[in-house]
């Protein structure tokens, strides 16, 4: 939560987002402005701060060294998506060249996949006694078996690997829920089309359109008019983004519950399906 914190603090002010969770951004909240850059850090440096000191379990040093080094590789990969979705050039006539499905893929798991799926996943795991840096056997315990392929090492890339995939669903439905969800629902406005994001909306309907289409996107995306937004949103109902994400959706939904299923004996299904059946079809 305080990770989570940190980033949503930061994100805030450089998307210049007016709401969080139907609240101000922090930003925006009287006499705080600008001090917010300052206290994104200062999140972040307490996190670590009690990952070092209370996080000791018997004197149980391995414990920590693996949940600082967890914290500190997700953190930066998380940041590395923020900066490369903040780099992508912004020129409306390199849109379709530069707005691709793969690019796209690479910052959601960046941005979203590792923080929010697999850091609570893999924290759980070597709370629960597997370790990935000592070739750990709980696992042949739990399967009981001797075999020397599969180590405690395999539960930790099943976990990632699903939690990638995951992660990548759960940014694509941020990115309609900014597009077309309801703020009163979400607790959020809507910036991704004047911020010239990214968006999988975006990504989507740039595969879609025809060269008609393609200069009216050009025309009006990333600006902050309300006639543009208008004209983009127009846009993306004629070409239908809202129905084709709605079809994509289940089938992403039914495509991840059948690889949980395929981790049965291994990893406990609740594990994923508690998240997936919070994803399918939210609101916010």
Known sequence: EALQSFFLVMDDVVDQSPTRRGQPAWYRFPNVGLKAVNDGPI???WLFWMINHRMIYDGNMVMMDRMNELFREVNMLTLAGQATDLELVKEADKLREVYTVDRYDTIA????????????YAAALYLAGYDDKSQGKMINKQLGTDDDVIDDGFLF???RQLSID??????????YLDCFGDPKVTGKE???IQDFKCSWIAVKALELMNDKQYEIMKKHYGKKDEQDVKAIKDLYAEIGVKEYYERWEQEEHDKLTNMVDQCEGILPREMFTLMLDKLHKRKA
């Open 190 to 192: 809507g910036t991704d």
């Open 157 to 159: 890339h099943v976990c």
């Open 43 to 45: 999140i972040e440096s």
């Open 109 to 120: 798991m960046y941005k979203a996949s590792f923080y929010t799926f697999y850091l609570p």
């Open 166 to 175: 995951i992660g990548i669903k759960f940014q694509i439905d941020d990115d």
